[in-house]
Each structure stands twice: as structure tokens, then as C-alpha cells.
């Protein structure tokens, strides 16, 4: 089997590690978040011409967190792309960008403290134990909410033409060819643009998302 490196990929293995219920287990899942909450961003620089080869090549995650800021320009902001029919208005489809956040960026680098050999033994009914596995659980939440988006990145305008440039992944059961005929087919349609604070709760029947489960 290939080890898969997409950040969804690390993120499926840290929980399959988390569901084995042994101690050691935890830190293999630690490693597998920080590298997931790496991915994401070098997701994000990899799929745009604009961006460095010095900034994809990073792994630092304050380096990645800054070179998505530069590129992107968005602070903490979640991006909703809708596609309307100009003429009945009627939803095409809706795209979501969402970032990693300040807050699971800190995560990630407070994870590089569990990559160390431990400096105290600790006995199997230490408190610590648990508290261990309550932070790498509330962490793959945060990561798997960073994954629900299908956009690497908000839709940019290529300088002077006009024309607005997107990079989409595509989920599992979803077929992204349909999806852009649907909208060219339509012929006539307009981008409506929107930055969240959070992701809605219910999303549209039309939203191409990724459900990545617990």
C-alpha cells in the first residue's frame, strides 16, 4: 500500500492511530497532525504559479503560515465561491476555501513537543495520558475542518485580463468534469465571492466539500 501524502491522508492515519488505544500509538499520531497541518499549506503554495519555489520547498510552519498570507492575502478568513446562473439566479455550485488557522498553526508547533523522547516516566493512570489524547483529538478537528474545502485558495484575477484563476480538488463520489460543464454549459453565469468567519454548520446540497468523517 503507498503511503499517501495529501494533508486528509495524514490526518486519516493520525485517527487510525488514535483508535488503537495504546500509549505509543499517540505519538505516531502526533507525527502524523503535524505533518498534516504542514500539507495543507504547501497544498495551498504548490497549486499557484505565484508562489515561491523557496516558500513551497518550507516546512516550518510559521514559514508555510506566512507564504500562504503573502499569497493569499486573507488574514483567517474562510472563502464561499458560489456560481449563479445570471439570468435565474439559480446555484450552480459553491466552492469553499478554508484555511489553517492561526490557532491550529500553534497547535502544530506545540506538537513538536510530543516528537521528543520523554524527560519523566509516567505511569499508564497518569492524568497526562488522557490529556495527551483529549489534545490530539481536539487538534484532528481542527485539521479535518481545514480539509473540508475543495478550493486551494480563494479565486484570484489574472492581473489586467479579467479573467479569474481557481484551483479545485475534487472529493471522493464527486465528479468535478460535470460539475464545470454544468457551469460552462450554462453559458451565462456570475461569481459571487464571500469571506466567513467559520463555516456554516448546514452547508448547500450544491457545495462540493470534503467529508472526511471521525
Known amino acids: 500500500m503507498d503511503y499517501e501524502i495529501y494533508s486528509r491522508d495524514y490526518l486519516i492515519r493520525a485517527r487510525q ?20 497541518i504542514e500539507q495543507r499549506m504547501t ?3 504548490q497549486a499557484w504559479q505565484h508562489t515561491s519555489k523557496s ?12 507564504g500562504v498570507e503573502q499569497a493569499f492575502r486573507l488574514g483567517n478568513k474562510i472563502v464561499r465561491f458560489a456560481v449563479h446562473h445570471i439570468d435565474s439566479r439559480a446555484l450552480l455550485a459553491v466552492f469553499y476555501y478554508t484555511p489553517v488557522t492561526p490557532t491550529l498553526q ?10 521528543h523522547s520523554m524527560k519523566s516516566f509516567r505511569k499508564g493512570d497518569d492524568p497526562w495520558w488522557r490529556e495527551f489524547r483529549e489534545d ?12 473540508r474545502g475543495t478550493l486551494l485558495g480563494p479565486p484570484l484575477m489574472k492581473g489586467r485580463t479579467g479573467l479569474v484563476e481557481w484551483h479545485l480538488e475534487a472529493p471522493p463520489g464527486t465528479n468535478p468534469k460535470a460539475v464545470l460543464q454544468t457551469i460552462r ?17 448546514l452547508l448547500e446540497a450544491e457545495a462540493q466539500v470534503w467529508n472526511l468523517g471521525s
Open 136 to 147: 490530539l483529538e481536539m487538534i484532528a478537528g481542527q485539521l479535518e475542518l481545514a480539509n
Open 185 to 201: 454549459g450554462s453559458k451565462r453565469f456570475i461569481f459571487d465571492v464571500s469571506y466567513l468567519d467559520r463555516l456554516p454548520t
Open 106 to 115: 500553534r497547535h502544530g508547533e506545540r506538537l513538536g513537543n510530543y516528537l
Open 43 to 45: 497544498q495551498y503554495l
Open 17 to 36: 492511530r488514535l483508535r488503537e488505544g495504546t500509549k505509543e500509538a499517540l505519538f505516531y499520531a502526533a507525527l502524523e497532525l503535524r505533518f498534516g
Open 55 to 66: 516558500k513551497k520547498a518550507g516546512w516550518r510552519i510559521a514559514e508555510l503560515a506566512r
